[in-house]
């Protein structure tokens, strides 16, 4: 059976994709299952998103990319023009699943510039949008690397990293972006520990980022996210990094909720807080924090732990998803093109005139 797979993939391998369609493994149930679930539309695509079978910034936007040739394989359309106005509401169907990162429709967007770019044919436009799919999967894999590299550079010798959410293999095309940088410096040979927030209320860090680090032999510890401030400032944290699903022309980073906490605590306590993210992360479009989409998840996320309710019926909770930490308490901006400084504003869109 024909696979679809970049060259430099991962050893965790969040997205499979073949003749017979994609194949994701189902995040919702790890640690305890490792099972993959097989999706044949778009509109399965679609709903795997919006469920957080499959999650985090850039593995949303190639799930998306994959999703469109779903879409387009099942294209029955009179001419070009007929084909590319139905992959346009594929399109905007699939930006619908999540609204806060940006690689969701930064993958979409890309995927329908290509399949206009050349006066192809219906099945030409359909092996063209394979190959760009791949690309951007292949591409994600290769900046997630060069972030690592760039990133380790950045972290002490020796001493404990505190993370936040998941910002690994499992949010990504592989190797990861804030845990990408934790591998490269391990890999470096420097001697690194994770803290791992659990990120309550999807648990993440205990979930997802203690899963990964433990498959990749780096040694992490669980924390209750409140527990974060006091190891600050008892001096057991070197420093933070964390991903990102949107960041603002002016360097706000919309990220986990809990993640404004973390870099508040951090700044208090002369602790260094990176952000690591691709360009494809970067919105110049959006000019600051204010003006980025937040999700609001169920409340029943936050009601219940395991399948267990924790609250009395009758009372309200609230489910903000992500949350924008302001771009002063930004160290630096780890992309796959260069660490980027204050001014954030200069610096961002400097990043695009760099090749990788
Ligand atoms: O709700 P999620 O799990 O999709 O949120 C994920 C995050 O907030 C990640 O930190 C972010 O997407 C960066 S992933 C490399």
Redesign the pocket.
């Known amino acids: 059976m024909p696979e679809y797979l970049p060259p430099n993939l991962d050893i965790i391998r969040p997205i499979l994709w073949d003749d017979k369609g994609l194949l994701l493994l189902d995040q919702r149930l790890l640690p305890w299952r490792e099972k993959y679930l097989r999706l044949r539309t778009w509109q399965e695509v679609r709903e795997a998103i919006r469920s ?1 079978v499959v ?6 936007g190639i799930t998306a990319a994959i999703g469109m040739v779903l879409g387009a394989e099942r294209i029955k359309a009179r001419s070009r023009r007929d084909f590319l106005a139905k992959l346009r509401r594929v399109g905007e169907g699939l930006k619908k699943a ?1 609204p806060t ?1 940006v690689n969701l429709s930064w993958a979409v967007e890309r995927m329908l510039e290509r399949a206009a770019s050349e006066e192809l044919s219906p099945a030409d436009i359909v092996e063209a949008l394979r190959a760009e799919a791949l690309k951007i999967w292949e591409e994600d894999i290769a900046a997630n690397r060069k972030m690592g590299r760039l990133g380790a550079a950045l972290l002490p010798e020796e001493g404990a990293i505190l993370t ?5 293999a499992l ?2 095309g592989g190797y ?3 845990l990408g940088v934790i591998r490269a410096a391990f890999e470096a040979g420097k001697k690194i520990e994770v803290f791992a927030d659990e990120t309550r209320p ?1 648990l ?1 860090g205990a979930r997802l980022t203690a899963w990964e680090m433990k498959k990749v032999g780096i040694p992490v510890t669980v924390i209750p996210d409140v527990a974060s401030g006091s190891l600050m400032h008892q001096g057991k944290i070197a420093a933070c990094v ?4 949107r960041i603002a022309a002016n360097g706000d980073v919309a ?2 909720i809990g ?1 404004y906490n973390v870099a508040v605590l951090a700044r208090e306590n002369g602790i260094p807080f990176y952000v690591a ?1 691709p360009r494809s ?1 970067i919105d110049l479009n959006t000019k600051s924090g204010k003006d980025i989409p937040i ?1 609001w998840r169920d409340p029943k996320e936050v009601h219940y732990c395991g399948g267990k309710r924790l609250t009395p019926k009758g009372v309200a909770a609230a489910n903000p ?2 949350d924008v930490t302001p771009a002063r308490y930004v160290r630096g901006i780890i992309t796959e093109v260069a660490v980027a400084k204050p001014p954030y504003k200069r610096a961002l869109k400097a990043l695009f005139k760099e090749t990788p």
């Open positions: 957080m999650r985090g910034a850039p593995a949303i999540r990162a936040h959410c998941n910002a690994g949010a990504t990861g972006t804030a999807w993440q964390v991903g990102a699903d990220n986990k993640t993210a992360t999700e998803a992500f």
